[in-house]
């Protein structure tokens, strides 16, 4: 008996001190290896901390032309009068835009504006479409001239977004501060690059997301989860997706309005495997259709067409539009 | 006894599961810093355009009506043109729009929504400059990144 309860003993310390030596710092899942400096501050003094917060954010002159894919705070100072002006501004395809306004010296009664846009709008057509933007398009206008102090501080729906102005005297101007937010069931995407991979998940949301690639590219659907898994009715259907509630379609087009594009592709089943697809048109998108009964889920990854793969998509093809294979 | 077992043999394979290298995060697809990344700094006063060194399309036209398409070079009176990017005047359509909805308010809801669907202000660019001004603030941002990082290490130095 006594031989037994030491054997016991013995188990419970070896256990024990196992745990210590785990916990000491092995594990992986405990250990926080990025360096922000937020994480650096927070280890200095308050003055050293207020002397150096102030460095670390970027400061610039906004142009009349301009894309922003960085925070930081920046200044438009009209040295003669400037008409035509407007910022893109995006992010990662999980950050939101948030635009802050520090100070603005424009004259609205004689025509100066400033007006932020919720999205992307290029030649007349908007990304996102009204058809996959929560808000209507009225609405997705923000006027600094109708809206004043009441709204200092906008937040685009997706990780795009754009300012357009107009300041006729010199030395007027405005100054604004771009920070990103984390968002974490990305919708509307335009991605920054030419290659990448990205999961879009609707969790049981009725709605429709777009991913939007401007360039030519090769995509890649690596896997598909639409429905319920045990759903049987969600099989593949010989006449195409129509009447599904839950779909993916892959879009072609030369503009950024995804309503005004041809589908090339639609899937309303679930799959794993590689499904791809060469397209050389100025932008490709991924879109998908949420009924909102089910977690829907794809995967897929895209890089650009080489100089060869357009060209022969291009003499293969006899239209004058833009070529897919 | 044989619970104790288990949980061991869990701990054991949480501690000694082979990890991976860590190693530095990089966006897909990431540009390498240019090479001129001071001259670009340099010329961050000149026009856009200018820099881009290449054909670009102004479009100048006014209330919707059908645009010239002119193609520019870097000279300097075209780029103080060019650099008036008209907006289409949409802004003053618009207006227009407005007060013709204010006016027929009893208007069919889908012949409104048709009307108000059109973007009141927006940019006339191609895709080509709009890809070659967001490579370039991605470059900007890899910049910024390095600068933000080198200025970490001189605090951690102190």
């Given at each position: 008996?006594?031989?037994?309860?030491?054997?016991?003993?013995?188990?419970?310390?070896?256990?024990?001190?196992?745990?210590?030596?785990?916990?000491?710092?092995?594990?992986?899942?405990?250990?926080?290896?990025?360096?922000?400096?937020?994480?650096?501050?927070?280890?200095?003094?308050?003055?050293?901390?207020?002397?150096?917060?102030?460095?670390?954010?970027?400061?610039?002159?906004?142009?009349?032309?301009?894309?922003?894919?960085?925070?930081?705070?920046?200044?438009?100072?009209?040295?003669?009068?400037?008409?035509?002006?407007?910022?893109?501004?995006?992010?990662?395809?999980?950050?939101?835009?948030?635009?802050?306004?520090?100070?603005?010296?424009?004259?609205?009664?004689?025509?100066?504006?400033?007006?932020?846009?919720?999205?992307?709008?290029?030649?007349?057509?908007?990304?996102?479409?009204?058809?996959?933007?929560?808000?209507?398009?009225?609405?997705?206008?923000?006027?600094?001239?109708?809206?004043?102090?009441?709204?200092?501080?906008?937040?685009?729906?997706?990780?795009?977004?754009?300012?357009?102005?107009?300041?006729?005297?010199?030395?007027?101007?405005?100054?604004?501060?771009?920070?990103?937010?984390?968002?974490?069931?990305?919708?509307?995407?335009?991605?920054?690059?030419?290659?990448?991979?990205?999961?879009?998940?609707?969790?049981?949301?009725?709605k429709n997301c777009s991913f939007s690639i401007i360039y030519p590219v090769e995509i890649q659907i690596a896997e598909l989860s639409l429905g319920n898994l045990n759903d049987v009715?969600?099989?593949?259907?010989?006449?195409?997706?129509?009447?599904?509630?839950?779909?993916?379609?892959?879009?072609?087009?030369?503009?950024?309005?995804?309503?005004?594009?041809?589908?090339?592709?639609?899937?309303?089943?679930?799959?794993?495997?590689?499904?791809?697809?060469?397209?050389?048109?100025?932008?490709?998108?991924?879109?998908?259709?949420?009924?909102?009964?089910?977690?829907?889920?794809?995967?897929?990854?895209?890089?650009?067409?080489?100089?060869?793969?357009l060209e022969k998509l291009r003499g293969n093809n006899l239209e004058d539009f833009c070529d897919m294979e | 006894m044989k619970l104790h077992l288990l949980v061991s043999i869990a701990v054991l394979l949480v501690a000694f599961l082979p990890r991976h290298e860590c190693r530095a995060i990089e966006p897909p697809g990431a540009l390498p810093a240019p090479a001129h990344q001071p001259a670009l700094q340099q010329q961050q006063h000149l026009p856009l355009l200018v820099r881009l060194g290449e054909e670009y399309f102004v479009r100048l036209g006014d209330g919707g009506r059908s645009q010239s398409v002119i193609p520019a070079t870097s000279a300097d009176a075209t780029v103080r043109k060019a650099l008036d990017l008209q907006l289409t005047q949409r802004l003053l359509q618009s207006k227009v729009d407005n007060l013709s909805r204010f006016v027929s308010s009893l208007a069919e809801p889908a012949e409104r929504g048709r009307r108000s669907e059109e973007p009141p202000i927006s940019l006339d660019l191609t895709f080509h400059l709009l890809r070659e001004v967001l490579e370039m603030a991605r470059a900007e941002q890899l910049a910024q990144q390095a600068h933000s990082n080198r200025k970490m290490m001189e605090i951690i130095g102190k």
């Open positions: 008996m006594r031989g037994a309860m030491s054997v016991t003993f013995r188990v419970h310390l070896c256990f024990f001190l196992l745990s210590l030596y785990v916990l000491k710092g092995q594990s992986r899942y405990l250990e926080e290896h990025e360096i922000t400096p937020e994480r650096v501050l927070s280890l200095l003094n308050s003055e050293l901390k207020r002397e150096l917060s102030d460095e670390f954010v970027y400061r610039r002159p906004l142009r009349c032309l301009d894309m922003l894919v960085v925070e930081g705070q920046f200044t438009f100072m009209a040295d003669r009068p400037q008409l035509s002006c407007a910022a893109f501004f995006i992010g990662e395809p999980n950050e939101l835009i948030s635009i802050q306004y520090d100070a603005a010296n424009i004259d609205c009664a004689g025509g100066d504006f400033i007006k932020i846009f919720d999205g992307w709008v290029l030649k007349g057509e908007k990304f996102p479409s009204s058809q996959d933007h929560p808000y209507p398009l009225y609405e997705r206008y923000v006027d600094y001239c109708t809206t004043g102090s009441s709204r200092r501080v906008i937040r685009s729906s997706q990780n795009v977004a754009m300012i357009f102005f107009r300041i006729h005297s010199a030395g007027s101007g405005f100054t604004i501060t771009v920070t990103k937010l984390i968002n974490p069931f990305p919708c509307n995407v335009i991605s920054q690059t030419p290659e990448g991979s990205f999961t879009m998940v609707i969790p049981q949301q009725h009715s969600l099989k593949r259907s010989p006449w195409g997706c129509a009447g599904t509630g839950d779909f993916v379609e892959l879009l072609r087009g030369n503009g950024m309005d995804t309503s005004k594009m041809v589908p090339v592709a639609d899937l309303c089943y679930s799959f794993s495997g590689p499904a791809q697809m060469k397209i050389g048109c100025d932008n490709t998108v991924l879109r998908m259709v949420s009924s909102g009964k089910f977690v829907n889920r794809v995967t897929f990854q895209y890089r650009l067409l080489h100089q060869h793969e | -």
